[in-house]
């Protein structure tokens, strides 16, 4: 027998995620990606990023950027490299649906586990887990990891127990950065062959 799940009545929609209101929520418009059907690409694609030229770095949170490398709009997962100064940190979230990890440089971890991953170091993360990403104070130079998400992403508004606070996914970073390239006057439509 499946579960049922009632509707929640008076939620609480504030965010704490122990960033002092620095964690963006995302407000999109669709869920869509802006194609016709006929123009998104179900081929094999490379894309290049470069950690070098600040413009491609999309901001994220408070001290963390991310480059695109995929926007799966079947899934709604997607693949960033994500960068972030020592001592900064994305909010607790849930994630709906597995992640790899490979870090390439710096040092960061969950405040959940204790673990610490340092460049070369892969994870591997089941759907269903909480927990909160710290780029360690003591990390030499800006943590920069590959994430390859199967799914979106919940945003806690408190560590444990907590609450929803927002929703992310591959249309809501899809969204997201092609708002940073319009500002950035970078061109846009070089987005569309990173939709998948």
Not at 110 to 130: N, R, S, V
Not at 146 to 167: M, S
Request: proline share 5%.
């Amino acid at each position: 027998m499946l579960p049922t799940f009632q509707a929640a009545k008076n939620i609480d929609a504030t965010f704490d995620s122990g960033l002092d209101g620095q964690m963006p929520i995302t407000a999109f418009s669709n869920f869509t990606d802006g194609l016709e059907p006929n123009r998104r690409s179900r081929e094999h694609f490379i894309t290049n990023t470069n950690l070098d030229d600040d413009r491609l770095w999309v901001p994220y949170a408070n001290g963390v950027w991310f480059q695109p490398c995929c926007f799966n709009v079947t899934s709604g997962g997607f693949s960033v490299v994500l960068k972030g100064l020592p001592g900064s940190m994305v909010g607790t979230h849930y994630h709906v649906g597995t992640v790899h990890g490979y870090t390439m440089r710096g040092h960061w971890r969950y405040l959940e586990h204790d673990w610490i991953a340092k460049p070369g170091t892969y994870i591997y993360e089941p759907a269903g887990e909480a927990h909160t990403l710290v780029i360690t104070e003591d990390s030499p130079e800006p943590m920069i990891t590959l994430f390859v998400v199967g799914g979106g992403l919940v945003y806690l508004d408190k560590a444990v127990n907590g609450g929803f606070a927002a929703y992310e996914d591959g249309f809501t970073l899809l969204e997201l950065t092609r708002k940073h390239y319009r500002e950035a006057g970078l061109d846009v439509t070089k987005l569309d062959a990173l939709i998948r």
